[in-house]
C-alpha cells in the first residue's frame, strides 16, 4: 500500500513539474490571453478493477463535466465531475456505479491551435448498487478518498470552442474489498470545451510569431553651416610695367556650388572687370610692389565670406640689347627655333595637356636644353568665344601649364616667361570649329 502511494505521489509531482516547466518556456507563438473560464463535457471510459478486488478488471462507460478557473495564462483551478457504470463486474452479477467528486492547480501550454493540460485532481469517490466487503460486514454502497492525476490535448475550432481530443488519468481509490482496499483505474476519454472570456477580454484569432523589433535609427547628423574658403593669386609675379596683370580667385564653398558674390580693391592700378577674374593695366604706375584684395560672400547669406590678398611687382621694362648676328637673332636660327619649338593646341575652355601636345612640348624642351642661351617667351591665347576676363584668366593657365611642363622636362624656369594675350591678335578670325582650334593655342617666341 505504501508503494502505491509513493507511486501516486511520483506520478502528481512529476505531471505538475513537466506542465509547468513547458507551460514557462518561450514558444514562437504567443496567445494574446487566455479565457477567463472553460468548460469541457464528453465521454470517459474507465478500466477499472473495483471490488471484489485482484484485477478482475472491467470496462465502464460514463462522461465528465471539467471545469477550470484561469488565474494567469498557463494556471488555473480545476473541478471535475465524472460518472459511470457496468453490470455483472462479478460471477455474483453485482454492478458498479461509480461516481468522482475531485478538484485541483492545473497547467497548460498552447502553440497555435493546439492547448495541453495536466494537474493533479483530489478528492472522494462514491461506488453504489455494487458490493462491498470488510472484515466483518459488507454494504451495497460505500465512499472513498480519491485522487486523480493526468492530462489531455484540445485542438482548437474558434476562440469560443475547442475539442478535448485526448483526456487521460489514473485513478486511485480505496474501497473496502475484502483483500487491499485499493483499486487502480484507467480513465480515457474525449468531449467538447466551451471557454468563456471576461468583459473586454478576447483571445486572438490566430497566433502571431514574436519578432524581434529592430531599434528605430538614428537621426541624421545636422548638415555642416555653409562656409567659404578663399584663396588669391596672380599669373605672373613681376609684371613688366605696361603689360596686364591677371589677378584671380580661387573658392570652394560647403555645400559645394554656391552662388558668390565678389569685389576687388587695389592699392594701384585700375581694376578692370569682375567675377572671379580681374586683370589690372600696369601703364603709368610706378615702378614697386602693389596689393590687390578680394573678397566672396554667399549671396544667400552675405555673412558669410572671406578675403584674400594677391601680391605683385611691377618692374622696368627691359631694353634689348643692340642687334649683333648673334644665335638669336639669325633668320637662320629663327626658322631651325620654330622648326623645333611648335605651337600647342588645348580643347574647349580647358588648359589640360593632351598626350599628343605633350610630345611637342618634350622636343621642344629638349632643343631648349640644348640651347640655353635662348630666352623664350610663352604667350596664351584662347579663341573669342567669351569675355575678355574670361579670355585672359585661360589664356594665362594655359600658357602656365606649359611651362611647367618644359620645367618638368629639363628646362631651366629662368630661360622661360609667361604672358596672356587672352583673345586678342587671333591667327584666324572666321566663325566656325576649325578656325577656333588654331586660336586656343600656346605660340613661343625668342626674347630679343
Known amino acids: 500500500m505504501r508503494g502505491t502511494r509513493l507511486l501516486i505521489l511520483a506520478l502528481g509531482l512529476g505531471a505538475l513539474g513537466a506542465s509547468g516547466a513547458f507551460a514557462q518556456r518561450k514558444s514562437q507563438f504567443q496567445l494574446v490571453e487566455a479565457p477567463r473560464y472553460d468548460l469541457s463535457v464528453g465521454y470517459d471510459n474507465i478500466r477499472a478493477n473495483a471490488p471484489p478486488g485482484g484485477c478482475d478488471c472491467f470496462d465502464m462507460n460514463g462522461g465528465f463535466v471539467f471545469g477550470t478557473v484561469h ?60 458490493y462491498f466487503p470488510s472484515k466483518s460486514s459488507s454494504s451495497a454502497s460505500s465512499s472513498s478518498f480519491a485522487v486523480s492525476v493526468g492530462g489531455g490535448l484540445d485542438v482548437r475550432l474558434n476562440p469560443r470552442f475547442s475539442v478535448r481530443a485526448l483526456d487521460l488519468q489514473y485513478l486511485r481509490t480505496s474501497f473496502p474489498n475484502g483483500v487491499n482496499n485499493e483499486q487502480n483505474q484507467l480513465m480515457i476519454g474525449a468531449g467538447l470545451v466551451i471557454k468563456f472570456y471576461g468583459h473586454g477580454n478576447e483571445t486572438a484569432a490566430e497566433p502571431m510569431p514574436v519578432q524581434d523589433v529592430a531599434p528605430a535609427p538614428l537621426p541624421p547628423p545636422p548638415p555642416p553651416p555653409p562656409s567659404v574658403a578663399l584663396t588669391c593669386g596672380t599669373n605672373v609675379a613681376n609684371v613688366p610695367l605696361g603689360q596686364m596683370v591677371v589677378i584671380f580667385a580661387d573658392v570652394t564653398t560647403e555645400p559645394g556650388q554656391l552662388d558668390l558674390d565678389y569685389s576687388w580693391s587695389t592699392d594701384g592700378g585700375a581694376i578692370e572687370g569682375s567675377g572671379n577674374t580681374v586683370s589690372i593695366n600696369t601703364s603709368g604706375m610706378a615702378i614697386g610692389d602693389y596689393r590687390v584684395k578680394g573678397h566672396a560672400s554667399l549671396v544667400s547669406s552675405p555673412s558669410i565670406g572671406r578675403d584674400c590678398v594677391a601680391v605683385f611687382r611691377v618692374v622696368p621694362v627691359e631694353v634689348p640689347p643692340a642687334p649683333t648676328t648673334s644665335y638669336a637673332s639669325s633668320d637662320k636660327n629663327e626658322k631651325e627655333f620654330h622648326d623645333n619649338v611648335k605651337d600647342a593646341y588645348f580643347g574647349v575652355s580647358s588648359a589640360k595637356i593632351t598626350p599628343d601636345t605633350l610630345a611637342t612640348i618634350i622636343h621642344a ?67 566656325d570649329q576649325e578656325c577656333w582650334k588654331q586660336n586656343r593655342r600656346v605660340s613661343y617666341a625668342m626674347k630679343p
Open 71 to 130: 488565474l494567469t495564462d498557463w494556471f488555473g483551478v480545476s473541478g471535475e465531475f465524472s460518472g459511470g457504470h457496468s453490470s455483472n463486474i462479478s460471477a455474483l452479477g453485482q454492478g458498479l456505479t461509480l461516481t468522482t467528486f475531485t478538484a485541483g492547480p492545473r497547467v497548460s501550454h498552447r502553440f497555435g491551435r493546439f492547448n495541453t493540460v495536466g494537474g493533479v485532481l483530489v478528492g472522494a469517490a462514491h461506488g453504489s448498487d455494487s
Open 365 to 431: 624642351a629638349q632643343y631648349l636644353v640644348a640651347h640655353p642661351a635662348i630666352q623664350v617667351i610663352i604667350s596664351g591665347w584662347a579663341d573669342p568665344r567669351g569675355s575678355l576676363d574670361y579670355n585672359l584668366a585661360l589664356a594665362m593657365k594655359r600658357a602656365d601649364a606649359v611651362r611647367s611642363a618644359l620645367i618638368d622636362a629639363g628646362v631651366p624656369a629662368s630661360q622661360l616667361e609667361i604672358i596672356s594675350n587672352g583673345k586678342s591678335s587671333q591667327v584666324c578670325t572666321t566663325h
